[in-house]
Each structure stands twice: as structure tokens, then as C-alpha cells.
């Protein structure tokens, strides 16, 4: 499997983070190309591939994920503000034979992303 | 890897971590005797923990080097705050051979609420230290986004990185 997939967890709750929307950007020159937008499953990940296989290429990327809104919109949110702004990963793909598995650990004081697998 | 990161140490020891993030080829550092005074081993870490409680509002941060462990030195970062849809940039700065910077990045009349990004060159600081990276590396330049609303209280931002991941959180 090649490609790009994510998965968001609440390590402030102990568990996946529904609901979060994720916005996929690739790098054009100087700017960045919004390429579409998914919404976290029950298990914080998306239904389907974030870049599929065959759509993979030598590149930037940036993952938007819109964990503010998540966080504030919580049925026991306190009402305190995130300190972290909406999350933003860049990376990028330089092997389009490999797999790229790109989780956030999230928290509204904190996150987390790493090359995963 | 370790001859290049300890002669590094000891040129950013003399303060001349500088002159390494400005891209001096590995090669030339390799040849660069140890400054005297320089820390004295490979991996020894001389910095100790500092307290910045009941110091005045302020943002500081800290850059932790998890892959070598030590302190993020010389590591280059561009500070923005937004405005409309873009990011204004305000400063760029580099590490301290102690990770942190060696004044805040913001006090006083500087030290204003909004939504900031610290623009943190990764990619620049692990080939400095010679590290094996893929090209282009999977984290270049990394974007560490984090609001500031109550400017009464002092803000510390720690980041915690390798050339595979990173953590950010508001410390203290």
C-alpha cells in the first residue's frame, strides 16, 4: 500500500477525535492547492484514502486539520480556548512506493505528528 | 555522524553555531579543531533546567533535539502572526546552543494576542548536523501554529523533534 492516510486521535480524552475536518493541500510553486476536504470517522479516520496510490507524487503536502472546532464544539468542552491554532502537517512524499501514514495526537494545550505506520 | 555533530557542539559552544546554520559544507567543520572551552564530551549535556516563574508576559520557546538528545541549537525559525489570511512575518531567529532563543520572542509592547506560527527550518538543521535524510526530507519547513489571548500571562512554547515527527504544547 502506497499513498497517504491520517488518523486523529483526543489524547485529552483518550480516544479518536470525530468529526475533525481535514483539509489536503498539495505545493504548487509558492502557494499551496487546496485538493479537498474529509471529515474523521467514529475512529477518527477518514473513509477513504487521504491521497490514494495512484494519485501519489514526489511533493509537499499539508494536512489542515480543524481540531479548534473540534475542540470547541465537544459536548463537555469547558469553554476554555485551544492554545493550539487549527494544526497544520507538511511533509512530504519523496518515495511514491511507499506508504504514508500521518497521525495527530491532539489536545487543545498540545500536538503531536509523526511518520507512523 | 558523531565527529560532525560534536565538533558542531564545540563551534556552537565558541558561539559560532551560526556560521554552521549559514551552511558551511560538513567537510570544513570536520577539519575545525575544538574551540577551547568548548563542552567537553559528545552527547554530554551541560545546560540545566531553567524556571521562568514570575517572570513578566512573555513567549519563549525551546527546541529538543529527540533524535540526538540534546538541546535544538542553531535551529532557524521565522515568526508570523496573522493577519486576514496570511501570516505577517515578524522575526526570524536562531537557537541558542540551549535551545532556546537568547532574548523572548516576544515581551512587552511586542507581546500582543493573536494567532502566531513559528516557522521552524527542520529540514536546514538535521543536514547541518549531517544526518542521512531522504530528499526532499519528509518534514522541510515546519509550520507550529498556537494563539495567544491573554497577554497577562507568560506563554512558553516548547517543541519537542526529530526528522520524523514533532510535539508542541504550551509549557511553563
Known amino acids: ?117 | 555522524m558523531d565527529r560532525h555533530a560534536l565538533t558542531r557542539r564545540s563551534l556552537v559552544g565558541a558561539g559560532l553555531g551560526g556560521a554552521v546554520m549559514a551552511g558551511t559544507a560538513p567537510g570544513a567543520l570536520a577539519q575545525t579543531s575544538p574551540a577551547p572551552g568548548a563542552p567537553p564530551k559528545p552527547g554530554t549535556l551541560t545546560t540545566a533546567p531553567s524556571s521562568q516563574m514570575g517572570l513578566s508576559p512573555r513567549l519563549t520557546m525551546h527546541a529538543i533535539d529527540n533524535f540526538h538528545g540534546t538541546p535544538g541549537a542553531g535551529m532557524v525559525c521565522d515568526l508570523s502572526i496573522r493577519e486576514g489570511d496570511t501570516y505577517r512575518l515578524i522575526k526570524t531567529v536562531t537557537t541558542a546552543p540551549t535551545g532556546r532563543t537568547a532574548e523572548p520572542l516576544l515581551v512587552d509592547d511586542a507581546f500582543k494576542a493573536g494567532r502566531y506560527e513559528l516557522l521552524m527550518h527542520f529540514e536546514a538543521y538535521f543536514r547541518a548536523l549531517d544526518v542521512k535524510l531522504p530528499s526532499p526530507n519528509f518534514l522541510g519547513l515546519v509550520p507550529v501554529r498556537f494563539v495567544i489571548r491573554d497577554v497577562g500571562q507568560r506563554h512558553h512554547l516548547p517543541i519537542l523533534f526529530s526528522p520524523w515527527g514533532y510535539s508542541y504544547y504550551r509549557g511553563s
Open chain 1, 1 to 117: 500500500m502506497a499513498g497517504i492516510s491520517t488518523h486523529v486521535l483526543d489524547t485529552d480524552r483518550g480516544r479518536p477525535a470525530a468529526g475533525v475536518k481535514i483539509e489536503l493541500s498539495v505545493r504548487e510553486g509558492d502557494t499551496w492547492r487546496m485538493v479537498k476536504t474529509m471529515i474523521t470517522n467514529a475512529d477518527g479516520r477518514t473513509d477513504g484514502p487521504v491521497v490514494a496510490a495512484a494519485d501519489a507524487r514526489v511533493g509537499e503536502y499539508q494536512l489542515e486539520f480543524h481540531t479548534d472546532a473540534y475542540f470547541k464544539g465537544l459536548p463537555d468542552a469547558g469553554g476554555e480556548e485551544p492554545f493550539v491554532d487549527n494544526a497544520v502537517v507538511r511533509f512530504s512524499i519523496f518515495d511514491v512506493k511507499q506508504h504514508y501514514h500521518v497521525p495527530l495526537l491532539c489536545t487543545p494545550g498540545s500536538c503531536t505528528t509523526y511518520r507512523g505506520s
